[in-house]
């Protein structure tokens, strides 16, 4: 069971995919931000010096903090720490700008958006408050300079920030959800399958019985249950050894798999012991497809060992007057045992008809 749990390798791929996400993202926000930022300084007269240091900062940043965290040993508390970075980034130029109203919000709100959506309230806290921090010390530096005034082209160089870059991180944030979507999907089907058989386990078996049973009750349908022991199984284990009987379980498995039809519930019961929920049937269908069963696991051989042979002892019960899933169970298990008494390779089903 081991070996389904995430080694090291999944999980540095996965940091790896998180840190190229955030990069693209970086990216596209820098570019973003740095088209009114520019726009409002050279409104302002901003010294060419200061000017530069922004081209350099837009030019630069998203490849170092990506460098950084790539390289880094713990990707993602590097990348943390640069979000926080980033934050601390556009409280500085904020400030530079002297508080431009339109930009500002703009850049605020998206800041607030981006990092509640990578990592909640734990990385947007902290990003505020360097925000704030850079924000204050630079202003301060600045004089505490503001203005109330923005030009019709600031606002226009703004709005790609508003638009764009939301629709950017939502088509992220959907590509991310289908892919977890995927994974917790991959990791429910792991938890209800058999992995030696590929078939249903016992607790996927019995939602599925109570689903059934409660169908029948309602006279939707008529189900059946089969419980299928395969004879003499501990003598081929003891004698073949136990990677021989699990070769026999796989192929009897399948042939559960090939003769159930698109309704039925084929699954690992226990040990050595298989069932099959059998959906809107009746008696009949039923006992053809038991006597397929059976008949194709007669014939059944493995290439390695070809003088083993198998049969199979199938108890039958019908859902229908049975006042519980218990019962249901339970008279399956009494049909079984009732095969087993007679000499085992057969069948046995009490007749619902009453």
Same mark, same amino acid.
């Given at each position: ?71 880094? @040993? ?50 947007? %806290? ?195 007057? %049975? ?6 169970? %339970? ?8 095969? @087993? ?12 008809? %009453?």
């Amino acid at each position: 069971m081991l070996k389904n749990f995430p080694d090291e390798k999944y999980i540095s791929d996965r940091n790896a995919s998180f840190i190229k996400r955030v990069y693209l993202l970086r990216q596209a926000g820098v570019i973003l931000c740095f088209i009114p930022i520019y726009s409002v300084l050279e409104e302002q007269s901003h010294h060419k010096i200061t000017i530069a240091l922004l081209i350099l900062n837009a030019l630069t940043w998203p490849s170092i903090a990506y460098i950084a965290s790539i390289m880094s @040993k713990d990707m993602l508390n590097t990348e943390k720490k640069n979000m926080i970075l980033d934050s601390c980034w556009a409280g500085m130029w904020i400030a530079v700008m002297q508080v431009s109203p339109i930009p500002s919000i703009f850049i605020v709100s998206i800041q607030i958006a981006d990092r509640y959506a990578a990592g909640g309230w734990r990385i947007l %806290k902290p990003a505020l408050l360097c925000m704030l921090l850079s924000f204050t010390l630079i202003w301060l530096l600045n004089d505490f300079n503001y203005t109330t005034e923005f030009s019709t082209r600031t606002v226009w160089f703004s709005l790609p920030l508003v638009t764009c870059y939301p629709i950017l991180l939502s088509v992220v944030s959907r590509r991310l959800s289908i892919k977890l979507r995927k994974r917790r999907e991959l990791l429910e089907k792991q938890a209800l399958m058999d992995p030696g058989l590929d078939l249903p386990n016992r607790r996927f078996f019995e939602q599925k019985m109570e689903g059934a049973f409660r169908a029948t009750r309602k006279k939707r349908i008529l189900s059946y249950l089969l419980l299928i022991d395969v004879d003499n199984f501990k003598y081929i284990n003891d004698t073949y050894g136990h990677e021989v009987g699990d070769a026999v379980l796989s192929r009897i498995s399948t042939i559960l798999r090939e003769c159930a039809g698109a309704q039925d519930i084929p699954a690992r019961f226990g040990g050595d012991e298989l069932a099959v929920i059998v959906n809107n049937s009746n008696d009949q269908l039923v006992l053809a497809m038991v006597h397929a069963i059976q008949e194709r696991i007669e014939v059944l051989s493995l290439p390695s060992h070809k003088d083993i042979s198998c049969t199979v002892s199938i108890g039958i019960s019908c859902a229908k007057n %049975k006042t519980s899933i218990i019962s249901w169970i %339970k008279e399956a298990d009494e049909m079984l045992y009732e095969v @087993k008494r007679n000499g085992k390779n057969g069948f046995c089903m009490k007749s619902n008809k %009453k």
